[in-house]
């Protein structure tokens, strides 16, 4: 059986993560004791008559100190039964975390008569610790939007399933910053910018028209060229090292023109070898 444990602080995305996993097949429990944890098992769940072999926990801090604190146990336990346990941790910085409990209006789990927001978020940090240092995977979500984050979910579980090495490719404006979990940047805003075409300019490099325009251009041929040449070189070397998963972004200014359609070029040439290559075009959403 397989078994992924969702966790992180309060406010970093750990209900937008389950979500996905639900949508991959994947039976979720959120907010699971932890003393039920180490009940998990194959025998139990089907003496519960629950048979599935993918299972989806969350947990946050909302369970007990001491159960916390014993969480590297008991996830070594259930792998000593022959689990198959991953532990995804996410987590954001602290003005991500209270903008987001001030957009929503929701109560932070920790808060209460004499518990102000950031000092819940601060214990909920070193609340914790115990979870995030046995985390096999830790996600930033601070410039993470809900797109993205499924994304990344998707790609790291899909991959950890099918044995394949699953590529995202993913297009970004520099003004709005470096994308996050990213292994590979390639910068295209050396390229003519469609942008200064005043017919073009509404337009995105998922537009004919925008698409003629960067065909047009050498340049735009001889960097597609080297950025394949790259990934045909390198990503095999990934993929013998039992790397699972591998994000490559590429930026241009805006990140809608330029970007966006090498994106697009990248992903028809690799998916002839890949066939796991998912596609997000950050600033298109």
């Not at 340049?219 to 045909?232: C, E, Q």
Request: net charge negative.
């Amino acid at each position: 059986m397989r078994l992924i444990v969702v966790s992180g602080l309060a406010g970093a995305g750990k209900s937008v993560a389950l979500h996905m996993l639900e949508d991959l097949g994947y039976y979720c429990i959120d907010n699971l004791p932890l003393g039920l944890l180490g009940e998990v098992s194959v025998a139990t769940l089907q003496r519960q008559g629950l048979d599935f072999d993918r299972l989806a926990v969350g947990i946050d801090a909302r369970a007990r100190r001491g159960e916390i604190d014993a969480f590297p146990k008991r996830i070594e336990e259930l792998r000593a039964g022959g689990i198959d346990v991953e532990v995804i941790y996410l987590h954001a910085d602290n003005e991500t975390i209270l903008r987001r409990f001030s957009e929503t209006r929701r109560k932070h789990p920790l808060t209460d008569a004499d518990t102000s927001l950031i000092d819940a978020v601060t214990a909920d940090r070193r609340l914790m610790e115990p979870i995030a240092g046995k985390a096999d995977v830790a996600i930033d979500t601070s410039n993470t939007n809900i797109h993205q984050l499924r994304d990344i979910v998707r790609n790291r579980v899909d991959a950890t399933r099918t044995g394949e090495l699953s590529i995202l490719l993913q297009s970004f404006g520099f003004k709005y910053g470096l994308p996050q979990a990213v292994d590979f940047v390639f910068d295209a805003r050396c390229l003519p910018n469609p942008h200064w075409v005043p017919e073009l300019r509404e337009l995105t490099g998922l537009d004919a028209a925008v698409a003629e325009h960067l065909a047009a251009e050498p340049a735009t041929h001889d960097m597609l060229d080297d950025i394949h040449g790259f990934l045909v070189r390198w990503l095999p070397e990934f993929a013998r090292e039992n790397r699972a998963y591998v994000t490559i972004a590429v930026g241009c200014t805006g990140g809608k023109h330029r970007s966006v359609y090498l994106i697009e070029q990248l992903a028809r040439r690799l998916r002839q070898t890949y066939a796991q290559t998912l596609v997000r075009h950050n600033e298109l959403h």
